[in-house]
């Protein structure tokens, strides 16, 4: 007899490992005799969340970005409604695999952060999962081969369901607290991260000539972030870099833009950058290191939105449009196959 009738796991995922687990978490509970609702939250208005059942076991489980869960996610936490229900916290973080040995993806905040904040809504945290699945962030490094995907696939599955074998049966799972130390270490990234890193990463996407505006991405974009602007998809500071997009369209049309960002860095860090820091330091008279250094990544990031702009406008021309995709790491076969988390 499981601890409890009900089971309700509310998930975001960008390409399909968060889904996953919510699905095996489910699974488990349903044949322990549970009633189960597996949520995904992007289907979800946010300003009106239903209040859970009381006799419920509620699960929360989302990709880690920048060691964090991804705003959507957190803005979901943070405008769930107060209960006291007991509560599992799952992330799915960036697993690699080194012989037989899973190399660990790093959580930093994701756990604390939402656990305070449901505890403060009068939750009981029962259990925190991370769950090592395949990295899905092609952007930043080669994808996985096949393989190491089946393997991480399988491995964590089991993991997860010997998880719910004992969390549903009501007992506390913490194990995860013992990576606390890395996880503080790493915390101040996390910042960065929402406050700057994922407006950057949002603006390095572009459909190259492969794309037949199907319009696939924009209407199946989890947070409705791509809008068209002259008939081309466009990526707008609502991204999540949850890599939906990339991995799911139908024609691989979709490149993270490596040549375009490295030719912005260059070019601004070299003339104009430091031209703008120096004028923006003597008008305002920045003394203070956190200001002026918080005031120069606002400027990068309005200008990386103005150069996008840009690219997105000369796109049009085959000559740039050629340059862009040839000069992105995605496009080319030794990076590597776009990631979509194994259905079994
Ligand atoms: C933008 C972005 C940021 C990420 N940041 C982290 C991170 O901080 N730590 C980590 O372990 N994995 C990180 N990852 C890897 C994903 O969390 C991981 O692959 C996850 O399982 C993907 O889940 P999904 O398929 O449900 O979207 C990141 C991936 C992306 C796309």
């Given at each position: 007899?499981?601890?409890?009738?009900?089971?309700?796991?509310?998930?975001?995922?960008?390409?399909?490992?968060?889904?996953?687990?919510?699905?095996?978490?489910?699974?488990?509970?349903?044949?322990?005799?549970?009633?189960?609702?597996?949520?995904?939250?992007a289907?979800?208005?946010?300003?009106?969340?239903?209040?859970?059942?009381?006799?419920?076991?509620?699960?929360?489980?989302?990709?880690?970005?920048?060691?964090?869960?991804?705003?959507?996610?957190?803005?979901?936490?943070?405008?769930?409604?107060?209960?006291?229900?007991?509560?599992?916290?799952l992330?799915?973080?960036?697993?690699?695999?080194?012989?037989?040995?899973i190399?660990?993806?790093?959580?930093?905040?994701?756990?604390?952060?939402?656990?305070?904040?449901?505890?403060?809504?009068g939750?009981?945290?029962?259990?925190?999962?991370?769950?090592?699945?395949?990295?899905?962030?092609?952007?930043?490094?080669?994808?996985?081969?096949?393989?190491?995907?089946?393997?991480?696939?399988?491995?964590?599955?089991?993991?997860?369901?010997?998880?719910?074998?004992?969390?549903?049966?009501?007992q506390?799972?913490?194990?995860?607290?013992r990576?606390?130390?890395?996880?503080?270490?790493?915390?101040?990234?996390?910042?960065?991260?929402?406050?700057?890193?994922?407006?950057?990463?949002?603006?390095?996407?572009?459909?190259?000539?492969?794309?037949?505006?199907?319009?696939?991405?924009?209407?199946?974009?989890?947070?409705?972030?791509?809008?068209?602007?002259?008939?081309?998809?466009?990526?707008?500071?609502?991204?999540?870099?949850?890599?939906?997009?990339?991995?799911?369209?139908?024609?691989?049309?979709?490149?993270?833009?490596?040549?375009?960002?490295?030719?912005?860095?260059?070019?601004?860090?070299?003339?104009?950058?430091?031209?703008?820091?120096?004028?923006?330091?003597?008008?305002?008279?920045?003394d203070?290191?956190?200001?002026?250094?918080?005031?120069?990544?606002?400027?990068?990031?309005?200008?990386?939105?103005?150069?996008?702009?840009?690219?997105?406008?000369?796109?049009?021309?085959?000559?740039?449009?050629?340059?862009?995709?040839?000069?992105?790491?995605?496009?080319?076969?030794?990076?590597?196959?776009?990631?979509?988390?194994?259905?079994?």
């Amino acid at each position: 007899m499981p601890a409890y009738p009900k089971l309700i796991v509310y998930y975001f995922s960008g390409t399909g490992n968060s889904a996953n687990v919510a699905r095996w978490i489910s699974d488990a509970g349903l044949a322990m005799g549970m009633q189960t609702d597996v949520v995904n939250i992007a289907h979800v208005k946010r300003l009106n969340i239903p209040v859970p059942d009381d006799d419920a076991l509620i699960a929360f489980c989302s990709p880690v970005h920048g060691f964090n869960y991804p705003p959507v996610m957190q803005s979901f936490i943070r405008r769930f409604p107060k209960g006291k229900n007991p509560v599992l916290l799952l992330n799915t973080r960036a697993g690699m695999l080194i012989g037989q040995w899973i190399t660990p993806g790093l959580s930093g905040i994701t756990f604390y952060l939402s656990a305070l904040i449901l505890k403060l809504k009068g939750y009981r945290i029962q259990a925190m999962l991370p769950v090592d699945l395949p990295s899905n962030w092609i952007s930043v490094h080669p994808g996985l081969n096949r393989r190491t995907v089946e393997y991480l696939h399988i491995r964590n599955r089991e993991r997860v369901e010997a998880f719910a074998q004992k969390v549903l049966n009501g007992q506390n799972d913490f194990r995860s607290v013992r990576e606390i130390i890395q996880d503080i270490i790493i915390s101040p990234v996390s910042l960065a991260y929402l406050l700057a890193g994922r407006f950057f990463f949002a603006k390095t996407y572009f459909a190259s000539a492969a794309c037949t505006h199907c319009n696939a991405c924009i209407e199946q974009c989890p947070v409705k972030a791509i809008k068209s602007v002259a008939n081309r998809p466009f990526w707008t500071f609502k991204c999540e870099s949850c890599m939906h997009c990339m991995s799911y369209c139908p024609h691989k049309a979709i490149e993270t833009a490596h040549g375009s960002i490295l030719a912005f860095a260059l070019i601004f860090s070299s003339i104009i950058w430091v031209a703008v820091i120096q004028l923006a330091g003597t008008t305002l008279h920045l003394d203070n290191a956190l200001i002026s250094f918080g005031i120069q990544t606002a400027l990068m990031i309005f200008l990386l939105g103005v150069w996008y702009r840009i690219i997105h406008f000369l796109l049009r021309y085959k000559w740039v449009e050629r340059i862009i995709t040839y000069t992105s790491l995605t496009r080319y076969k030794f990076w590597g196959k776009r990631y979509k988390a194994l259905k079994k």
